[in-house]
């Protein structure tokens, strides 16, 4: 039977992580996240089976699972094969009534901050959608449904509330403002096509060597701005105020003052929860800064992951020999645009 493949790109935010996370996104006033795609990929490949049984591999993450019967699914603990959960939990969601081959791949390390695992997520929920299944009735054609079922049984997978917008960037593609409203977003275009190479020239990505997890951050901020602990409901609105003016800023082209947006969100960001940065994450910025950086902030909720770099062009060069000095790896930085296709 013939293969079915699908990529997503994973993601980059510029300002308003955090604030996507129910129940947040409806607390703020006009709540909103601006992200853009990346081109460093997830890949799922899903071949049904003549028989019944499931086989899922993934040969980056180096763990597999074999069913005899896909009607075994329900009775496997995902929480016994961690790096394959998602697509685990997801396959028990959807209910496949024919048996499966799933293979996956990630251009990222899980834990850089990317959303690679949400991209990931999001590319197995578009390929399974055709195939044969148990959930008679749902709207899988939907992208906003699948955006929230993707959140959701990452939700379940991690035990702590879960954002949209790793999931919403891997959909949609390009440079985009997620304006959260219930049970809904509203996907708003940025920043052309032909003006990418404005944002890349200035931007350099980087893995800082040390592996975050999100849920743990994510917890805290939100636990604490539902408290109404005055320090983080300060900086929570004043985050979602930059992310705004972040909006603003795209649309206008006016993108040397992306240094400025990174700069404030990442001071304000830190004083959300304890762990946001670490004294290796500090080191790397401090390299980066004394050879020319403009601004710098983690990617995702930060501890750990991808760090995010505003450079003048003439002083590109420079500042990624301070940052591979400090121990960080350069990764690609292209804007993808466009969101999850079929490849196949």
């Known amino acids: 039977m013939k293969s079915i493949k699908y990529k997503a790109p994973t993601r980059i935010d510029i300002a308003g992580g955090t604030v996507d996370i129910?129940?947040?996104?409806?607390?703020?006033?006009?709540?909103?996240?601006?992200?853009?795609?990346?081109?460093l990929f997830s890949e799922v490949k899903v071949t049904p089976r003549k028989d019944r049984k499931i086989i899922i591999r993934s040969k980056d993450l180096d763990q597999?699972?074999?069913?005899?019967?896909?009607?075994?699914?329900?009775?496997?603990?995902?929480?016994?094969?961690?790096?394959?959960?998602?697509?685990?939990?997801?396959?028990?969601?959807?209910k496949p009534t024919v048996g499966l081959e799933i293979e996956t791949h990630l251009d990222t390390p899980l834990g850089s901050g990317l959303g690679s695992s949400s991209s990931l997520l999001v590319c197995l929920l578009h390929a399974l959608r055709e195939i044969p299944n148990d959930k008679p009735g749902i709207r899988l054609d939907s992208d906003i449904f699948l955006i929230n079922l993707a959140a959701e049984i990452e939700a379940q997978a991690l035990q702590v509330m879960t954002g949209k917008q790793d999931h919403a960037a891997p959909t949609y593609g390009g440079v985009h403002a997620y304006h959260w409203q219930p049970s809904y977003l509203e996907a708003e275009n940025l920043v052309q096509s032909k003006d990418f190479p404005e944002i890349?020239?200035?931007?350099?990505?980087?893995?800082?060597?040390?592996s975050h997890f999100s849920g743990t951050t994510n917890l805290d901020m939100t636990v604490n701005f539902l408290y109404r602990k005055s320090a983080t409901?300060?900086?929570?609105?004043?985050?979602?105020?930059?992310?705004?003016?972040?909006?603003q800023v795209l649309k206008l082209r006016q993108f040397n003052k992306l240094a400025n947006i990174l700069s404030q969100e990442w001071e304000f960001r830190k004083s959300l929860?304890?762990?946001?940065?670490?004294?290796?994450v500090e080191k790397i910025i401090k390299a980066a800064v004394n050879a020319g950086a403009k601004?710098?902030?983690?990617?995702?909720?930060?501890g750990g992951g991808c760090l995010v770099t505003y450079a003048d062009p003439r002083d590109r060069s420079k500042v990624i020999d301070a940052l591979k000095s400090a121990g960080a790896q350069i990764l690609p930085l292209k804007i993808s645009k466009e969101g999850v296709r079929k490849i196949s």
């Open 273 to 280: 929860a304890k762990g946001v940065t670490t004294p290796k």
């Open 200 to 210: 890349e020239n200035r931007l350099i990505l980087s893995y800082t060597g040390q």
């Open 295 to 302: 601004a710098n902030k983690l990617t995702g909720a930060g």
């Open 22 to 39: 129910y129940p947040t996104s409806l607390i703020l006033k006009d709540a909103v996240t601006v992200n853009m795609a990346i081109e």
């Open 64 to 94: 597999s699972v074999k069913l005899d019967q896909c009607d075994q699914l329900d009775k496997v603990n995902p929480d016994k094969f961690k790096k394959l959960e998602l697509v685990i939990r997801a396959l028990q969601w959807i």
């Open 233 to 247: 409901v300060r900086a929570m609105n004043k985050i979602n105020a930059i992310t705004q003016k972040s909006s």
